[in-house]
């Protein structure tokens, strides 16, 4: 602490955006003014790239905070939260002229960090996020849509996510807007039986210059795949080509969920690139979806860390049933208990079958109140 302000170390654990995604977010909910230092002190690039100061001016609007150190490569910042407003907000990186390749804004890294928020805020918000909606690195918006968000909201919330226009690197360019009105408190979740699998389907799609055979080719590619392990399913995957005026710039990828009998949702997902096979797309999002089955959990490997802060703030004891712990989850894990009164446990399961490698996540959470409502 210096004074009443929070110290971050940016460099440890993940070392990456997330870290400030977190405390930012935590920091802005419970007005605790904070001092992020060696911000990304391990990556190549080290300091603020547009995605993150594109997080961190949406949360400093939120709340009319104060932000200093708030520049393209800076590697220190300060920031003092206000009160937490509704209404609309737009986050934006200016993409034009030099900026075209470096300032790439993720649109699901802005809606993470910006979603606890206004779930305390006063009113009702409108967030209008812009960006890349599809690109390596970060959750796809079908993801989001598909997996993150029925799954959130059994945190007892609700939100709108309509997407206007997808964008793809290094363009960006596409555009999502979320809905969401505040709630007074979050209930905690148990997610800890698995089920089996009932259904599997998902979408595979090309946008731009790309013909439509290549996703009927990634989607052909993932059936088989999935058949060597799963024969009696019926499995749909849908090939789609992206509408010319609801996409910008010219990509491919392919997202697959499994279901299953208790209400889980595991994904696997892949992006297509020059000189990259439509098969091996295809393979690629089947094996991870495999993958993220066999271990046993609830949540797959995305999902496990962007429960977290939910876990957290929600009142009472949070369960959910993992495969093993990823640096992310433990990175945000370590700041949340840093941050909040949260107490987070994570203890191997007790399996039936020893050879699962999977773990319970308890919290008790703070039980944050929203002081407007």
Do not use: W
Not at 208 to 231: F, H, N, Q, T, Y
Not at 254 to 265: D, K, N, Q
């Amino acid at each position: 602490m210096d004074g009443d302000r929070v110290e971050i170390d940016g460099g440890i654990m993940e070392g990456g955006g997330q870290i400030l995604r977190v405390s930012t977010a935590l920091s802005c909910l419970l007005g605790l003014p904070l001092r992020v230092r060696r911000i990304r002190a391990g990556r190549s690039q080290p300091g603020l790239r547009p995605q993150h100061l594109s997080g961190l001016e949406i949360i400093r609007d939120l709340c009319d905070g104060k932000l200093n150190g708030g520049e393209i490569g800076s590697t220190e910042i300060t920031f003092t939260p206000g009160k937490i407003k509704g209404g609309t907000h737009i986050a934006d990186t200016k993409t034009a002229g030099y900026y075209l390749v470096i300032a790439f804004t993720f649109v699901c890294l802005l809606m993470q960090v910006a979603m606890p928020c206004v779930l305390f805020a006063a009113s009702p918000s409108e967030l209008h996020l812009k960006g890349g909606t599809n690109a390596e690195m970060a959750p796809q918006i079908d993801y989001t849509v598909m997996v993150f968000k029925p799954i959130v909201e059994k945190f007892n919330f609700t939100f709108n996510c309509d997407i206007k226009r997808r964008g793809y690197y290094p363009q960006g360019g596409g555009e999502v807007v979320v809905q969401m009105s505040p709630v007074k408190e979050l209930s905690p979740i148990n997610l800890t039986e698995r089920g089996t699998v009932t259904k599997i389907y998902g979408r595979a799609f090309v946008a731009g210059a790309l013909p439509i055979k290549l996703a009927k080719d990634m989607s052909a590619a993932a059936v088989r795949c999935i058949r060597r392990e799963i024969r009696d399913l019926y499995i749909s995957i849908q090939p789609v080509r992206e509408p010319d005026d609801q996409a910008v710039g010219t990509a491919s990828g392919i997202i697959i969920v499994a279901e299953t009998s208790t209400g889980c949702l595991l994904a696997g997902s892949s992006l297509g690139k020059r000189g990259k096979n439509a098969d091996k797309v295809g393979i690629e999002a089947a094996e991870m979806l495999l993958q993220n089955l066999k271990h046993g959990g609830t949540v797959d490997d995305s999902l496990q860390d962007q429960l977290i802060i939910f876990m957290a703030l929600a009142k009472g004891v949070s369960r959910v049933k993992s495969g093993p712990i990823t640096l992310h989850t433990q990175t945000a894990i370590h700041f949340a208990e840093q941050l909040t009164k949260a107490k987070f446990t994570v203890t191997k399961s007790e399996e039936e079958d020893p050879s699962n490698d999977t773990y319970i996540i308890e919290c008790q959470g703070m039980g944050m109140i929203n002081p407007n409502l």
